[in-house]
C-alpha cells in the first residue's frame, strides 16, 4: 500500500515539467508558423486570402464558410497581420510562461478559428484538436507549470487571474 502514494507522487514531480515541454513545443509551432507566413510574403500579399477563399471552397465548416466568405476575405490584409502578431505573442508568451492562462485562451481561440477552417480532415484539424487540448490542460494547470514568468512573478507577489498563479 505504500507503493501508491510514492507512485502518484512521482507523476506529481513530473506533471509541471511534462507542462513545461508542452508549453514551449506549442510556443515554438506558433512562432515557426508567423515566420513562415512572414518568409512567404503573407504580408503585402494575397497568400491568407487565397487560403481563406480554398477552405471557404473545399473544407471549411458549413456555418464558418459565410464567415470565411464574407468578413475575413474581404478584410486579408489587416487579418494576415493579427494573425502573425497573434501567432507571435503567443508563441512568445508560452514559451516564457507570461500571461499563460490568457496566452493559451488566445492560442485555444486561434486553434479553434483554424479548425473551423480547415473542416473535419484528420490530418489539417488534428493539429488544431490537439493544439485545442494543449492549450486547455495549459490554461487549466497554469499555476502547475515549472519554470515560468508567471511563477517568478507571483513568488514576488505579482499575480493576475489570467496568470498562471
Not at 510574403?41 to 494575397?46: H, T
Not at 508560452?94 to 496566452?103: S, V
Not at 485545442?132 to 499555476?143: E, M, P, R, T
Request: proline fraction near 2%; hydrophobic fraction near 55%.
Amino acid at each position: 500500500m505504500s507503493a501508491q502514494p510514492t507512485i502518484r507522487r512521482a507523476v506529481l514531480d513530473w506533471f509541471p515539467w511534462l507542462l513545461l515541454v508542452l508549453r514551449v513545443a506549442m510556443g515554438l509551432f506558433f512562432l515557426m508558423e508567423a515566420e513562415h507566413q512572414i518568409a512567404s510574403g503573407y504580408v503585402g500579399g494575397d497568400d491568407l486570402a487565397m487560403k481563406l477563399q480554398k477552405a471557404a471552397d473545399d473544407s471549411a465548416v458549413p456555418g464558418y464558410r459565410y464567415l470565411l466568405e464574407h468578413v475575413f476575405i474581404e478584410i486579408d490584409q489587416p487579418l494576415t497581420v493579427l494573425v502573425i502578431v497573434g501567432e507571435i505573442c503567443v508563441g512568445v508568451g508560452l514559451i516564457l510562461g507570461l500571461f499563460t492562462r490568457l496566452t493559451a485562451a488566445a492560442a485555444i481561440f486561434m486553434n479553434l478559428n483554424f479548425l473551423l477552417m480547415n473542416g473535419t480532415s484528420l490530418g489539417a484539424s488534428g493539429v488544431d484538436l490537439a493544439f485545442i487540448a494543449g492549450g486547455a490542460l495549459l490554461f487549466v494547470y497554469a499555476g502547475r507549470q515549472a519554470l515560468s514568468v508567471d511563477g517568478a512573478l507571483a513568488q514576488r507577489g505579482l499575480g493576475a487571474r489570467f496568470m498562471s498563479a
